[in-house]
Protein backbone atom coordinates (compact mmCIF):
# COMPACT_ATOMS: atom_id res chain seq x y z
CA UNK A 1 0.00 0.00 0.00
CA UNK A 2 1.50 3.44 -1.77
CA UNK A 3 2.14 5.61 1.91
CA UNK A 4 1.02 9.30 1.60
CA UNK A 5 4.09 11.97 1.47
CA UNK A 6 3.63 13.70 4.65
CA UNK A 7 5.25 17.65 5.06
CA UNK A 8 6.81 18.14 8.16
CA UNK A 9 4.37 20.08 10.51
CA UNK A 10 7.25 22.35 11.89
CA UNK A 11 8.02 23.22 8.09
CA UNK A 12 4.20 23.41 6.97
CA UNK A 13 3.13 25.28 9.64
CA UNK A 14 5.83 27.55 9.10
CA UNK A 15 5.50 28.16 4.74
CA UNK A 16 1.71 28.50 6.09
CA UNK A 17 2.45 31.75 8.02
CA UNK A 18 4.84 33.00 5.79
CA UNK A 19 2.81 33.09 3.17
CA UNK A 20 0.54 35.41 4.56
CA UNK A 21 2.83 37.94 5.35
CA UNK A 22 3.59 40.25 2.64
CA UNK A 23 7.59 40.85 3.45
CA UNK A 24 8.71 37.93 1.45
CA UNK A 25 7.45 39.27 -1.66
CA UNK A 26 8.79 42.87 -0.77
CA UNK A 27 12.45 40.80 -0.74
CA UNK A 28 12.00 39.26 -4.06
CA UNK A 29 10.86 42.40 -5.34
CA UNK A 30 14.15 43.88 -3.17
CA UNK A 31 16.76 41.37 -4.27
CA UNK A 32 15.96 41.06 -8.31
CA UNK A 33 15.72 45.06 -8.39
CA UNK A 34 19.13 45.23 -7.25
CA UNK A 35 20.42 42.07 -9.67
CA UNK A 36 18.96 44.35 -11.91
CA UNK A 37 21.02 47.41 -10.76
CA UNK A 38 23.65 45.31 -11.53
CA UNK A 39 23.52 44.15 -14.61
CA UNK A 40 22.54 47.35 -16.05
CA UNK A 41 25.52 48.76 -14.35
CA UNK A 42 27.65 45.89 -16.00
CA UNK A 43 26.59 46.59 -19.42
CA UNK A 44 26.78 50.33 -19.28
CA UNK A 45 30.61 50.00 -18.30
CA UNK A 46 31.13 47.36 -20.92
CA UNK A 47 29.39 50.17 -23.69
CA UNK A 48 31.98 52.76 -22.11
CA UNK A 49 34.89 50.91 -22.17
CA UNK A 50 34.43 49.64 -25.86
CA UNK A 51 34.23 53.06 -27.19
CA UNK A 52 31.72 52.50 -29.68
CA UNK A 53 28.03 52.04 -30.05
CA UNK A 54 27.69 48.95 -29.67
CA UNK A 55 27.99 46.34 -26.70
CA UNK A 56 31.60 44.00 -26.82
CA UNK A 57 29.55 41.02 -25.66
CA UNK A 58 32.61 38.59 -24.73
CA UNK A 59 33.22 41.45 -21.86
CA UNK A 60 29.16 39.90 -20.67
CA UNK A 61 30.85 36.90 -19.23
CA UNK A 62 31.20 38.89 -16.49
CA UNK A 63 27.62 38.95 -15.67
CA UNK A 64 27.78 35.68 -14.61
CA UNK A 65 30.60 35.35 -11.64
CA UNK A 66 29.67 39.30 -10.69
CA UNK A 67 25.95 37.95 -9.76
CA UNK A 68 26.91 34.34 -8.86
CA UNK A 69 29.64 36.77 -6.28
CA UNK A 70 26.43 38.54 -5.19
CA UNK A 71 24.36 36.38 -4.47
CA UNK A 72 26.65 34.29 -2.25
CA UNK A 73 27.10 37.43 -0.21
CA UNK A 74 23.24 38.02 -0.13
CA UNK A 75 22.74 34.21 0.48
CA UNK A 76 24.98 34.46 3.23
CA UNK A 77 23.37 37.62 4.96
CA UNK A 78 19.80 36.49 4.67
CA UNK A 79 20.15 32.63 5.41
CA UNK A 80 21.54 33.55 9.18
CA UNK A 81 18.66 36.35 9.51
CA UNK A 82 15.68 33.98 8.75
CA UNK A 83 17.11 30.60 10.79
CA UNK A 84 18.87 32.62 14.11
CA UNK A 85 15.59 33.47 14.61
CA UNK A 86 13.82 29.83 14.50
CA UNK A 87 14.17 28.53 18.05
CA UNK A 88 15.07 31.94 19.28
CA UNK A 89 11.75 33.21 18.30
CA UNK A 90 9.70 30.51 19.30
CA UNK A 91 11.10 30.76 23.44
CA UNK A 92 10.69 35.19 22.87
CA UNK A 93 7.18 34.51 21.62
CA UNK A 94 7.04 32.02 24.02
CA UNK A 95 5.60 29.41 22.04
CA UNK A 96 7.91 26.60 22.43
CA UNK A 97 6.75 25.18 25.26
CA UNK A 98 3.51 24.60 23.56
CA UNK A 99 5.42 23.10 20.26
CA UNK A 100 7.32 20.79 22.40
CA UNK A 101 4.12 19.48 23.87
CA UNK A 102 3.29 17.89 20.83
CA UNK A 103 4.49 14.87 19.43
CA UNK A 104 7.13 15.95 16.91
CA UNK A 105 10.94 15.03 17.82
CA UNK A 106 13.36 17.83 18.25
CA UNK A 107 15.36 16.86 15.31
CA UNK A 108 12.26 17.36 13.00
CA UNK A 109 11.74 20.51 14.69
CA UNK A 110 15.45 21.66 13.87
CA UNK A 111 14.98 20.10 10.61
CA UNK A 112 11.58 21.74 9.74
CA UNK A 113 12.89 24.71 10.56
CA UNK A 114 15.72 24.58 8.10
CA UNK A 115 13.42 23.16 5.71
CA UNK A 116 10.96 26.24 5.60
CA UNK A 117 14.06 28.63 5.82
CA UNK A 118 15.37 26.46 2.51
CA UNK A 119 12.26 26.83 0.82
CA UNK A 120 11.98 30.42 1.03
CA UNK A 121 15.70 30.65 -0.13
CA UNK A 122 14.59 28.71 -3.21
CA UNK A 123 11.83 30.92 -4.21
CA UNK A 124 14.66 33.89 -3.89
CA UNK A 125 16.78 32.15 -6.42
CA UNK A 126 14.04 30.33 -9.04
CA UNK A 127 12.56 34.41 -9.08
CA UNK A 128 16.14 35.95 -9.77
CA UNK A 129 16.43 33.21 -12.88
CA UNK A 130 15.28 35.66 -15.38
CA UNK A 131 17.89 37.92 -14.25
CA UNK A 132 20.76 35.39 -14.28
CA UNK A 133 19.52 34.74 -17.54
CA UNK A 134 20.72 37.64 -18.90
CA UNK A 135 24.35 36.15 -18.71
CA UNK A 136 23.38 33.21 -20.96
CA UNK A 137 21.65 35.20 -23.51
CA UNK A 138 24.13 37.94 -23.97
CA UNK A 139 27.47 36.51 -22.49
CA UNK A 140 27.15 32.65 -24.48
CA UNK A 141 27.61 30.73 -21.26
CA UNK A 142 26.12 27.39 -20.41
CA UNK A 143 22.75 26.38 -19.28
CA UNK A 144 24.31 24.14 -17.07
CA UNK A 145 26.35 26.62 -15.38
CA UNK A 146 22.80 27.97 -14.12
CA UNK A 147 21.93 24.71 -12.73
CA UNK A 148 25.29 24.08 -11.28
CA UNK A 149 25.15 27.96 -9.40
CA UNK A 150 21.24 26.93 -8.53
CA UNK A 151 22.70 23.41 -6.74
CA UNK A 152 25.81 24.77 -5.12
CA UNK A 153 23.88 28.30 -3.48
CA UNK A 154 21.22 25.44 -2.29
CA UNK A 155 24.31 23.38 -0.38
CA UNK A 156 25.26 27.19 0.84
CA UNK A 157 21.68 27.85 2.18
CA UNK A 158 21.95 24.63 3.46
CA UNK A 159 25.27 24.69 5.47
CA UNK A 160 25.04 28.51 6.74
CA UNK A 161 20.97 27.34 7.54
CA UNK A 162 21.97 24.33 10.19
CA UNK A 163 24.27 26.86 11.83
CA UNK A 164 21.77 29.20 11.99
CA UNK A 165 19.36 26.98 13.61
CA UNK A 166 21.71 25.51 16.48
CA UNK A 167 22.46 29.08 17.11
CA UNK A 168 18.71 30.14 17.31
CA UNK A 169 18.93 26.71 19.74
CA UNK A 170 21.70 28.03 22.16
CA UNK A 171 20.78 31.87 22.69
CA UNK A 172 17.46 32.79 24.00
CA UNK A 173 17.40 36.04 21.63
CA UNK A 174 17.35 36.42 17.84
CA UNK A 175 19.64 39.16 17.60
CA UNK A 176 22.31 37.54 19.46
CA UNK A 177 21.66 34.19 17.63
CA UNK A 178 22.01 36.16 14.43
CA UNK A 179 25.54 37.61 15.62
CA UNK A 180 26.23 34.43 16.50
CA UNK A 181 25.57 32.54 13.55
CA UNK A 182 27.84 35.28 11.43
CA UNK A 183 30.68 34.92 14.14
CA UNK A 184 31.33 31.06 13.60
CA UNK A 185 30.85 31.25 9.39
CA UNK A 186 33.65 33.97 9.68
CA UNK A 187 35.52 31.79 12.25
CA UNK A 188 35.40 28.64 9.98
CA UNK A 189 36.56 30.65 7.28
CA UNK A 190 39.28 32.24 9.37
CA UNK A 191 40.21 28.95 10.49
CA UNK A 192 40.27 26.86 7.87
CA UNK A 193 42.69 29.41 6.19
CA UNK A 194 44.53 29.88 8.97
CA UNK A 195 45.40 26.15 9.20
CA UNK A 196 46.14 25.60 5.90
CA UNK A 197 48.26 28.86 5.06
CA UNK A 198 50.14 28.36 8.38
CA UNK A 199 51.10 24.24 7.20
CA UNK A 200 52.23 25.85 4.06
CA UNK A 201 54.42 28.54 5.65
CA UNK A 202 56.32 25.85 7.97
CA UNK A 203 56.83 23.45 4.81
CA UNK A 204 57.98 26.72 2.74
CA UNK A 205 60.28 27.86 5.86
CA UNK A 206 61.74 23.90 6.02
CA UNK A 207 62.63 23.76 2.01
CA UNK A 208 64.22 26.57 2.15
CA UNK A 209 66.60 25.39 5.35
CA UNK A 210 66.77 22.19 3.54
CA UNK A 211 64.94 20.41 5.51
CA UNK A 212 61.49 19.73 4.19
CA UNK A 213 61.24 16.04 3.63
CA UNK A 214 57.96 15.65 1.55
CA UNK A 215 55.51 18.45 -0.33
CA UNK A 216 52.10 19.45 1.28
CA UNK A 217 50.01 17.72 -0.68
CA UNK A 218 47.46 17.15 2.53
CA UNK A 219 47.45 20.69 3.21
CA UNK A 220 44.65 21.46 0.45
CA UNK A 221 42.22 18.83 2.20
CA UNK A 222 41.70 21.14 5.07
CA UNK A 223 39.80 23.78 3.05
CA UNK A 224 37.51 21.26 2.01
CA UNK A 225 36.18 22.02 5.01
CA UNK A 226 35.57 25.84 4.00
CA UNK A 227 32.24 25.82 3.11
CA UNK A 228 32.79 28.63 -0.04
CA UNK A 229 35.21 26.40 -1.59
CA UNK A 230 33.35 23.99 -3.74
CA UNK A 231 32.09 27.59 -4.81
CA UNK A 232 35.27 28.83 -6.09
CA UNK A 233 36.23 25.61 -7.69
CA UNK A 234 32.58 25.90 -9.39
CA UNK A 235 33.46 29.54 -10.52
CA UNK A 236 36.93 28.59 -11.65
CA UNK A 237 35.73 25.54 -13.67
CA UNK A 238 32.86 27.96 -15.12
CA UNK A 239 34.80 30.85 -15.94
CA UNK A 240 38.33 29.02 -17.25
CA UNK A 241 40.17 26.34 -17.97
CA UNK A 242 41.12 25.68 -14.75
CA UNK A 243 40.29 24.47 -11.71
CA UNK A 244 41.55 23.75 -7.84
CA UNK A 245 43.06 20.26 -8.60
CA UNK A 246 44.39 21.65 -11.51
CA UNK A 247 46.39 24.61 -9.09
CA UNK A 248 46.97 22.23 -6.22
CA UNK A 249 48.89 19.96 -9.17
CA UNK A 250 50.57 22.70 -10.68
CA UNK A 251 51.87 23.03 -7.49
CA UNK A 252 53.03 19.60 -6.26
CA UNK A 253 52.56 16.79 -7.56
CA UNK A 254 49.41 14.49 -5.84
CA UNK A 255 49.84 10.85 -5.27
CA UNK A 256 47.22 9.12 -7.44
CA UNK A 257 44.55 8.34 -5.18
CA UNK A 258 45.01 11.84 -3.33
CA UNK A 259 44.89 13.14 -7.18
CA UNK A 260 41.62 11.38 -7.91
CA UNK A 261 40.14 13.05 -4.40
CA UNK A 262 41.06 16.57 -5.61
CA UNK A 263 39.74 16.34 -9.02
CA UNK A 264 36.11 15.55 -7.56
CA UNK A 265 36.53 18.88 -5.24
CA UNK A 266 33.42 19.86 -5.19
CA UNK A 267 30.85 16.46 -4.33
CA UNK A 268 33.97 15.71 -1.97
CA UNK A 269 33.78 18.91 0.13
CA UNK A 270 30.09 19.72 -0.36
CA UNK A 271 29.45 16.00 1.05
CA UNK A 272 32.15 16.58 4.39
CA UNK A 273 30.68 19.92 4.51
CA UNK A 274 26.69 18.93 4.60
CA UNK A 275 27.87 16.06 7.27
CA UNK A 276 28.91 18.87 9.30
CA UNK A 277 25.53 20.63 8.49
CA UNK A 278 23.86 17.38 9.85
CA UNK A 279 25.99 17.69 12.98
CA UNK A 280 24.76 21.39 13.69
CA UNK A 281 21.02 19.94 13.50
CA UNK A 282 22.05 17.27 15.45
CA UNK A 283 23.39 19.47 18.08
CA UNK A 284 19.78 21.64 17.97
CA UNK A 285 17.83 19.02 18.44
CA UNK A 286 19.81 18.01 21.51
CA UNK A 287 19.63 21.35 23.16
CA UNK A 288 15.88 21.58 22.01
CA UNK A 289 15.31 18.31 23.35
CA UNK A 290 17.14 19.60 26.64
CA UNK A 291 14.58 22.48 27.05
CA UNK A 292 11.90 19.55 26.88
CA UNK A 293 13.23 17.37 30.31
CA UNK A 294 13.85 20.71 31.60
CA UNK A 295 10.19 21.43 31.43
CA UNK A 296 8.92 18.09 32.37
CA UNK A 297 10.73 18.16 35.71
CA UNK A 298 9.04 21.51 36.50
Wanted: charged share 10%; with cysteine; glycine share 8%.
Amino acid sequence: MNKKFRMNPIMKKELVVGSRSIKMSIAILGINLFLTLIVILIMATTNLASGSSGYDYSALLMIFPVLGCVEVGLLSLIVPIITSGSISGEREKQTLEIMLTTPVTPFSIAAGKLGAAMTVVMMYMLSSIPVMSIAFVLGGMSWWALIGLIGILLYLGVYVGSVGVFCSSVVKKSIAATILTIAIGIGILVATSVIFYTWIGIWAYRESVGTAVSQPVLAPMVMMFNPYSPIFDFMLRSMTSTSVYGMIDNAWQTPALIGLIYKAWIPVSVALNLLVSLGFLKLAGRNISVTRNNKKRK
